[in-house]
């Protein structure tokens, strides 16, 4: 998007638009958590489409409930995932959104297998080692499989915190799943899941 625009919901804000722009105009101290998902720099073009749908017996397509819905394409988009240089794209963007944490602040940065090991280096000497909490890897299962090579089936996402001894981390708002050997824990554990 080439202009800004901000839409409220209940009290939050969503700022549409580059964050170099956006970013300095917002508040300082102002956000606990900072989820960035950049692009991957796969060399792959993205392309997107927004559509908008109205329920409509007449409608295209069967949606929510089996109701027919009519569908129009609303705005298509697109870019290509491909930088010359990574980093001296990402890291200004990294660096404008700090000064937005509180200093229980968390941020949390989503790449693959590409870029995720230069990233963690920039970030290291951007933000210091220590402020390096742990990797969140999320596996998944979908997709070819290489008979090549192992499958890259997961991304990683790199938690960092403002301050390394005050931040924020609820383990009980984690979800839970259920012990895969359950007779090897005692009952609350089984009945709380891990």
Not at 130 to 158: C, Q
């Amino acid at each position: 998007m080439t202009k800004q625009e901000t839409t409220s919901i209940t009290g939050n804000r969503i700022h549409h638009g580059d964050n170099l722009t956006v970013l300095p105009k917002l508040e300082p101290n102002s956000v606990r958590l900072i989820y960035i998902d950049p692009p991957f720099n796969t060399g792959i073009h993205r392309h997107g489409l927004r559509l908008k749908t109205k329920r409509n017996s007449e409608g295209d397509r069967t949606g929510f409930g089996g109701h027919r819905y009519h569908t129009e394409i609303e705005r298509s988009h697109g870019y290509a995932d491909q930088f010359d240089d990574y980093l001296g794209f990402l890291m200004p963007r990294i660096e404008a959104s700090l000064p937005l944490l509180t200093s229980d602040g968390s941020l949390l940065v989503h790449l693959d297998h590409n870029q995720v090991h230069y990233v963690k280096v920039a970030l290291d000497q951007l933000l210091g080692q220590d402020h390096f909490m742990n990797e969140v890897i999320w596996a998944y299962d979908f997709g070819g499989r290489s008979k090549k090579r192992w499958p890259a089936k997961h991304d990683t996402i790199l938690w960092y915190t403002c301050n390394p001894k005050d931040y924020v981390f609820d383990i009980e708002a984690v979800d839970r799943i259920p012990y895969m050997a359950p007779g090897l824990v005692g009952a609350e554990k089984v009945a709380r899941g891990k």
